[in-house]
């Protein structure tokens, strides 16, 4: 795994932006598989910026979204759906019925939903290009620590650290047992695959994603296997690696 040390959380978000757009200006028909949370918001600004001054064209390009939290959907500020389609989705110059997949988080079937997002990355071939936030337990997406990594499209309990930590996005008691992911084998897969972390509190498991054992207990890890993998940090989240 590639690692960029960027200045401070602009840099590092600027860097990962200039290496989407590059993909996108390179292979326009490509899938995107995009993260929510807090770390990607400062990507999504340039990502809006450079389609806004026609640096990239997204119009082309399909976009599946990483994961949800089960029970929750568009109305509840602070979840994934809500989040992406603020921040960026609905910036973008991009047809966004036709372009983007997102998990129904209060679906009654989610199998099926699983089912739906498993046939739309085949469909395109596997992702192209995937941005990863990392959790503060190594999780990516909701690939909790210890998840079966052969596991496509799934849902899976929320590890306790998730729990906890996932009620900064929410601005109202919201009682989440389980997320709907895009599964390891999809994102391990990814043609590139980006890492992303920023922030002292991320020192002590970005350490582990970089330098520690790459095992199943710490998912982040696993990322190491896939070839074209790249982790974007900036130097506080870097504070803690050896090399
Ligand atoms: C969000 C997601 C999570 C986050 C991770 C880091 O869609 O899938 O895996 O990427 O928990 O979250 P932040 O960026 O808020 O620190």
């Not at 498993?118 to 690939?143: A, K, V």
Request: include cysteine.
């Amino acid at each position: 795994m590639k690692v960029n040390i960027r200045e401070n959380y602009d840099a590092m978000s600027k860097s990962v932006s200039d290496q989407i757009i590059n993909y996108i200006n390179n292979k326009p028909e490509s899938l995107l598989c995009l993260a929510g949370g807090d770390t990607p918001l400062k990507t999504f600004e340039y990502l809006v910026k450079a389609d806004e001054n026609k640096e990239v064209d997204f119009s082309k390009a399909k976009f599946v979204s990483l994961d949800e939290w089960v029970g929750l959907g568009s109305s509840t500020k602070g979840s994934c759906v809500e989040t992406l389609y603020t921040h960026l989705y609905d910036k973008l110059s991009i047809n966004v019925e036709k372009q983007v997949c997102f998990f129904d988080g209060l679906s009654e079937d989610l199998d099926k939903e699983c089912k739906r997002v498993d046939e739309f990355i085949g469909g395109s071939n596997g992702i192209d290009i995937c941005l990863l936030g990392i959790g503060m337990n190594g999780h990516l997406g909701f690939n909790e620590p210890n998840v079966d990594p052969e596991l496509k499209c799934s849902v899976i309990p929320l590890d306790p650290v998730t729990k906890t930590v996932g009620a900064k996005y929410f601005d109202e008691d919201v009682n989440v047992t389980a997320g709907i992911t895009v599964g390891l084998k999809h994102l391990l897969a990814s043609k590139e695959l980006i890492l992303i972390a920023n922030a002292e509190k991320k020192a002590e498991i970005v350490k582990k994603t970089i330098e520690g054992k790459i095992t199943i207990e710490v998912p982040s890890t696993m990322a190491r296997k896939n070839e074209n993998s790249v982790i974007y940090l900036d130097e506080e989240a870097a504070s803690k690696l050896e090399k």
